[in-house]
């Protein structure tokens, strides 16, 4: 049975493991929160993962370098001595109350297609290429996108309710479905909701459903049923968003895990994720 790791991220430097039975793979939790969890195959590795990270997020600053849509565009983050850090590794996870930090990629509205370069020093946000050419979605998408910092889809662990499918080897997602149209490198506070298994060319590519704690609405929605109440349409157009996008390029639409259910019975559990510090902004 997988187990389920976290880590406390109190402190400036933390390594600390926490093991419990992870719940059922299809629990709804009860209100006001839905928890979520990760969890790991202990059999791939037994060391402690050292995170070094930052106690209060809200102090870390994003800087750009270069301009947006050119291949030298960065965005960077700043602790407030002004010393880089990265919004992959230095960023706690978990907030406590059942909410999370999220970082934003990419706003709502925008087709630029952003994400944290995992295999640059301090991991910061870019434009993602293709055979050198800047890359974006070929419509807007709809909501703020980003990842769960400390956060990573192990590809070397198949879930077994997911079709068997791998990790895609990068952090995990979160669609944001609150109101405001965020800044890149924005820092949220989010309240998870539900989940979407994905599986993109037969990778498994959780997308979490959240909403920042400071939405007019967050106090109105605790589950994707809450979601479907608040929120009307919204799941279903996620869904087919993240199917369809690819379509315009020749690409067959992406499927969905765990029997393409209904969001409203799609979960936050049995995450196929562990918590790590790669070192790469060492």
């Given at each position: 049975?997988?187990?389920t790791?976290?880590?406390?991220?109190?402190?400036?430097?933390?390594?600390?493991?926490i093991?419990?039975?992870?719940?059922?793979?299809?629990?709804?939790?009860?209100?006001?929160?839905?928890?979520?969890?990760?969890?790991?195959?202990?059999?791939?590795?037994?060391?402690?993962?050292?995170?070094?990270?930052?106690?209060?997020?809200?102090?870390?600053?994003?800087?750009?370098?270069?301009?947006?849509?050119?291949?030298?565009?960065?965005?960077?983050?700043?602790d407030?001595?002004?010393?880089?850090?990265?919004?992959?590794?230095?960023?706690?996870?978990?907030?406590?109350?059942?909410?999370?930090?999220?970082?934003?990629?990419?706003?709502?509205?925008?087709?630029?297609?952003?994400?944290?370069?995992?295999?640059?020093?301090?991991?910061?946000?870019?434009?993602?290429?293709?055979?050198?050419?800047?890359?974006?979605?070929?419509?807007?998408?709809?909501?703020n996108?980003?990842?769960?910092?400390?956060?990573?889809?192990?590809?070397?662990?198949?879930?077994?309710?997911?079709?068997?499918a791998?990790?895609?080897?990068?952090?995990?997602?979160v669609?944001?479905?609150?109101d405001?149209?965020?800044?890149?490198?924005?820092?949220?506070?989010?309240?998870?909701?539900?989940?979407?298994?994905m599986?993109?060319?037969?990778?498994?590519?959780?997308?979490?459903?959240?909403?920042?704690?400071?939405?007019?609405?967050?106090?109105?929605?605790?589950?994707?049923?809450?979601?479907?109440?608040?929120?009307?349409?919204?799941?279903?157009?996620?869904?087919?968003?993240f199917?369809?996008?690819?379509?315009?390029?020749?690409?067959?639409?992406n499927?969905?895990?765990?029997?393409?259910?209904?969001?409203?019975?799609?979960?936050?559990?049995?995450?196929?994720?562990?918590?790590?510090?790669?070192?790469?902004?060492s």
């Amino acid at each position: 049975m997988a187990t389920t790791r976290v880590m406390a991220a109190a402190t400036n430097t933390t390594s600390s493991l926490i093991f419990k039975r992870p719940p059922s793979p299809f629990h709804i939790a009860k209100k006001p929160s839905l928890s979520l969890s990760f969890t790991f195959n202990p059999t791939l590795s037994k060391r402690l993962f050292t995170c070094r990270s930052i106690y209060r997020p809200e102090n870390v600053l994003s800087k750009e370098e270069g301009q947006p849509e050119t291949l030298d565009y960065r965005v960077f983050f700043l602790d407030n001595s002004g010393k880089k850090v990265s919004p992959w590794h230095d960023i706690p996870l978990r907030l406590g109350d059942g909410a999370f930090n999220f970082v934003v990629e990419i706003p709502k509205e925008s087709s630029a297609k952003m994400e944290v370069a995992t295999d640059e020093h301090f991991t910061p946000i870019k434009q993602d290429t293709k055979k050198g050419k800047l890359r974006y979605y070929p419509y807007n998408i709809n909501w703020n996108y980003g990842l769960l910092p400390q956060t990573w889809e192990d590809p070397s662990l198949a879930n077994s309710e997911v079709e068997g499918a791998f990790g895609d080897n990068d952090p995990v997602d979160v669609v944001e479905i609150g109101d405001k149209q965020r800044k890149i490198g924005e820092i949220l506070k989010v309240k998870p909701l539900g989940a979407l298994a994905m599986i993109d060319e037969g990778e498994l590519d959780w997308k979490i459903i959240a909403i920042s704690l400071d939405d007019p609405k967050a106090s109105l929605v605790n589950d994707v049923e809450d979601v479907e109440k608040h929120f009307p349409g919204t799941l279903t157009a996620i869904r087919d968003w993240f199917r369809d996008y690819k379509i315009p390029d020749g690409k067959p639409a992406n499927k969905f895990g765990l029997g393409n259910k209904q969001q409203t019975r799609i979960m936050l559990s049995r995450l196929s994720l562990r918590l790590m510090n790669l070192g790469l902004n060492s």
